[in-house]
C-alpha cells in the first residue's frame, strides 16, 4: 500500500469539493460565528492588554502569564480567524485552497492554539505555587523564571507547530498525550487548592475564636484571601477553556481510532470554531473575575468617554446649542 504525501493527509482533515455541497448550511453558520468572534478577540484582547499593563496591585508573575495567553488570543483573532473565515468563504464557492495554504493555517493553528493551552496550564501552576509556598513564593517564583517559561512554552508551541507541518498525522498523537499529561496535572493541581482552601478556612475559623484581634493573623488571612479570588478566576478560565477545547479533543480521538466522513468533517468545523472563540471568552472573564484587571478597563472606558466629551466636535456643538 502506497505510503500517503503530507499533503494527502492535511486533505483528508478538510471537507473537498465533492462534500461542499452537503456541508453548506454547515460553511455559512461556522463564517458567521467566526467572522463575528474574530472582531471580538482582536478587540477585547486588546483592551485587555493596555488594561493589564495599567493595572496596580496586579503580582507581576501572574500579570506576565495573562499577558502572555492575551497575546496568543489576540493572534488567533488577527491571524487564525480570518484564515479560517477565508477557507469557509471558499468551501462556499466550491473553491480549493490549496495544499499549501491548508499546512500554513495549520502550523498557525498549532502555534496560537498550543500557546494558549500551556499558557492556561501555567496559570494553574503558579497559581498552586503561590498557595503552596506562601511566603516564598515571590523568592522562588522569580520574575526572570517567569519570562525565561513563557519563552520556553512559546518555543515548544512554535516546534510542534513545525511537526505539524511536515508530520500532521503523527504530531496529532503527540498533541493529544502531551493534552492528555497536561489536562491531568492541571486538574490535580486544581483538587490541591480546592483541599488547601478548605482546610485554611478551618483554620480562620479556629483563630478567630480563640483570637479575634489578633493583627498579623488577619494581615496573613487577606492575603490569603486575595490569592483565592486570583485562584479562583483564573479556574473560570480554566473551566471555560476546556469546555472550548473539549469538541476538538474529541475530534482529535476520533479521528485517530475512526475513518474521515462527511458528517465528521462538518463535526471538526464546528469544533475550530468553538476553539477559537475561547480567545474571545477569556477577556471577559478576566474582567468579571479579576478586580484588578475591571477596575483598569473601567478607567480606560471612563478616560474614552472623557476624551470623546471634550473633543472639537462636541465643543462645537455645546457652543452652538448655548447661543440657540
Not at 473560570?236 to 476538538?248: G, T
Amino acid at each position: 500500500m502506497m505510503k500517503k504525501s503530507v499533503c494527502d493527509v492535511f486533505l483528508s482533515y478538510v471537507p473537498t469539493i465533492s462534500e461542499s455541497g452537503e456541508l453548506n448550511s454547515t460553511y455559512i453558520v461556522n463564517l458567521l460565528l467566526n467572522t463575528f468572534s474574530s472582531y471580538t478577540a482582536v478587540v477585547l484582547n486588546i483592551v485587555t492588554i493596555y488594561a493589564l499593563s495599567k493595572a496596580l496591585g496586579f503580582p507581576k508573575q501572574l500579570k506576565k502569564l495573562l499577558l502572555s495567553l492575551a497575546l496568543s488570543d489576540l493572534g488567533v483573532g488577527l491571524i487564525v480567524q480570518p484564515f479560517y473565515s477565508t477557507f469557509l468563504v471558499l468551501w462556499i464557492q466550491r473553491e480549493n485552497p490549496g495544499c499549501v495554504s491548508y499546512r500554513t493555517f495549520f502550523v498557525f493553528l498549532s502555534v496560537f492554539a498550543i500557546s494558549s493551552f500551556f499558557g492556561v496550564f501555567a496559570i494553574t501552576f503558579d497559581r498552586f505555587l503561590a498557595i503552596h509556598l506562601h511566603l516564598r513564593y515571590k523568592q522562588i517564583v522569580t520574575q526572570k523564571r517567569v519570562a525565561f517559561s513563557i519563552i520556553s512554552l512559546w518555543s515548544l508551541s512554535g516546534f510542534v507547530a513545525v511537526l505539524t507541518f511536515w508530520y500532521p498525522h503523527e504530531s496529532s498523537h503527540i498533541i493529544s498525550v502531551i493534552g492528555s499529561v497536561c489536562l491531568f496535572m492541571t486538574t490535580l493541581m486544581y483538587v490541591k487548592i480546592y483541599l488547601v482552601f478548605r482546610r485554611h478556612r478551618i483554620q480562620i475559623q479556629q483563630t478567630f475564636q480563640v483570637q479575634p484581634t489578633d493583627l498579623a493573623s488577619g494581615s496573613d488571612f487577606a492575603n490569603f484571601g486575595q490569592l483565592r479570588k486570583s485562584a479562583v478566576g483564573v479556574f473560570y478560565v480554566y473551566l471555560v477553556f476546556m469546555a472550548c477545547y473539549l469538541p476538538r479533543g474529541c475530534n482529535l480521538f476520533i479521528v485517530v481510532v475512526t475513518k474521515q466522513s462527511t458528517p465528521l468533517k462538518g463535526f471538526s468545523l464546528f469544533a475550530w470554531t468553538v476553539m477559537l472563540l475561547n480567545s474571545s471568552i477569556n477577556p471577559v472573564i478576566y474582567c468579571l473575575k479579576m478586580k484588578h484587571i475591571r477596575l483598569a478597563v473601567m478607567e480606560i472606558l471612563r478616560n474614552v468617554l472623557r476624551r470623546r466629551n471634550s473633543s472639537p466636535n462636541c465643543q462645537t456643538i455645546s457652543g452652538h446649542a448655548g447661543r440657540i
